[in-house]
């Protein structure tokens, strides 16, 4: 072979490698707008800035910037210093301000073209003065005479705050002697029996209490929910002197100290105490 002719199946393999490589570079990375003009090039993963904006979800027009943004990129561990990722990675959020329960925004994929992002999170105002309510079986709120061997169906109201949320709820009722009972009951719309573990931060208010535990939905707004405690007594028992008491915890969102995921609940998995809000109220028996 010639000199000319080895220089040009010199050439051909030169051609045909960088042809090669743009093939590969085109399904590597597909084609977009980044690095090239009129449409064309090869896209590689851009920033997209993130900017947080927290909004009232009773009061949307009350905007505010959180008090701390926690993210978690495609899974990873949360971090609040993250402002920035790669376009077309899924966030998660978690945040705080003052007033408000904390706040979660699910998984959300971000544009693969777009350089910034807004994103918007719904906060729901504390409900601290939201409040519980029990009655006697005479409609007041005296203290109950006591019976021997009586069951009792006490009337129960949650009565909630303009524009606040209680969010859902852990229930506790407590009753000051458990020998003395078959058991308590709560009805109340979106409320559900979750057994007789409490969080182990809860002090029961005797050493001979006994206590069962309940799911409550929230209770957003200024509604009032009613319900009843009912208390189903033991023949020949009575329990003059001793008190049911119903203490109710926020759920909320966080991170979980222990595995660092998103938790919903009024404990982390360690048995730390994450709520917010509560309220109680006490029945006596005389």
Known sequence: MNKKGATQARLGVVILIVAIGLVVAYFLFGKGTT??????????????????????????????????????????????SITDVSAGDTIEIVAEEATYHNAYVSPITLPTDKTSKIVSIPFNLAASTASLVIYNEDGDVDDQTASLGGSYQLPFKVKG???????????????TDATLIKDLKLSLPGASYKGKDKPSWYTVSDPD??????????????????????????????????????????????????????????????????????????????
């Open 35 to 80: 690095g090239g003009t009129g449409g064309t090039g090869f896209t590689f993963p851009v920033a997209t800035a993130l900017t947080f904006s927290g909004y009232d979800k009773a009061s949307p027009g009350t905007v505010f910037t959180p008090t701390t943004v926690s993210v978690s990129v495609n899974g990873a561990a949360y971090d609040d």
């Open 161 to 175: 705050v303009d524009g606040a949320s209680t969010q859902d709820m852990r229930c506790i009722l407590e009753v």
């Open 209 to 286: 209490s006994g206590v069962w535990v309940y799911e409550v939905s929230s209770v957003d707004g200024a509604i009032t929910v009613p319900g009843t405690v009912a208390v189903n007594g033991k023949t020949g028992e009575t329990l003059a002197g001793e008190d049911v008491i119903v203490t109710c915890y926020s759920k909320e969102h966080d991170i979980d100290a222990f595995t660092g995921k998103h938790i919903y609940d009024v404990e982390d998995s360690q048995g730390n105490d994450i709520h917010i809000d509560d309220y109680t109220i006490t029945e006596a028996f005389v």
